[in-house]
């Protein structure tokens, strides 16, 4: 009859004890413990942080400027787009919010008659400035004659993109750069059509300059 060898059997251990820690329990124990009061302390830091945001009051300033030809005063939080100035302060929502990062122009209006992606313009810049948007385009009844242009030459589809299209189409025929139609494409390159309408705005833009 064979019985088991008891489990004490064998020569006694020379190392450490089972329930010893070993050099690599010891050192990942205390790479977890640390890192645990590293990451707790950053959490808390940044529990701090926002609690002291929320309670200190948003710096704010007061800008003076024209828009479609009324003078408009107005304090703001400083990190106020023009786009959102114009949106969400004068309720004028022609310009359009694409991308908000400046890649796709549906947001371009004229600053002291020179387009920009009011999406990376702070309001607060613009003390004195002259704005002009799509709403201030028109006289009257009367469309500014890229707006006809643009009916004509059926240069949009869904039109979202079509309002920075327009001022920035505006800004190429003051700017002159209307000599040739890849000229033209060149110059509105910063305005992204979705739709594909690139061929009929390029000849809308050509019309206005009086090339057509
Ligand atoms: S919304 Fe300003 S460039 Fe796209
Ligand atoms: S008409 Fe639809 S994005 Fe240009």
């Known amino acids: 009859m064979t019985t088991d060898a008891p489990d004490t059997a064998g020569p006694p251990p020379t190392g450490p004890s089972s329930s ?17 009061v ?6 808390a830091a940044a529990a701090l942080d926002a609690a002291r945001a929320a309670t200190e009051p948003v710096p704010t300033s007061r800008v003076s400027l024209t828009v479609n030809g009324t ?10 787009s023009l786009l959102d100035l114009l949106r969400e302060h004068f309720g004028l929502t022609g310009s359009k919010k694409g991308c908000d990062a400046g890649a796709c122009g549906a947001c371009t209006v004229l600053v002291d008659d020179r ?5 990376l313009t702070l309001a607060v ?21 890229l707006q006809q242009a643009f009916i004509e030459q059926d240069a949009f589809q869904c ?9 920035s189409g505006v800004g190429c025929v003051k700017e002159g750069h209307t000599g040739s139609p890849a000229e033209i494409q060149e110059w509105m390159s910063g305005n992204i059509c979705r739709c594909g309408c690139y061929p009929n705005i390029v000849r809308a833009v050509e019309q206005t300059a009086g090339r057509k």
């Open 20 to 36: 010893a820690p070993t050099r690599r329990t010891f050192i990942a124990t205390t790479t977890v413990v640390g890192g645990a």
């Open 159 to 167: 039109g979202y993109c079509t309002p920075g299209q327009i001022m």
């Open 115 to 119: 387009r920009v992606n009011s999406c």
């Open 71 to 80: 003078r408009r005063t107005v304090t703001v939080d400083n990190r106020t």
């Open 125 to 145: 810049r613009l003390e004195d400035a002259e704005v002009t948007t799509i709403e201030g385009l028109a006289t009257g009844d009367e469309l500014h004659p």
């Open 38 to 43: 590293i990451a707790g302390g950053g959490i």
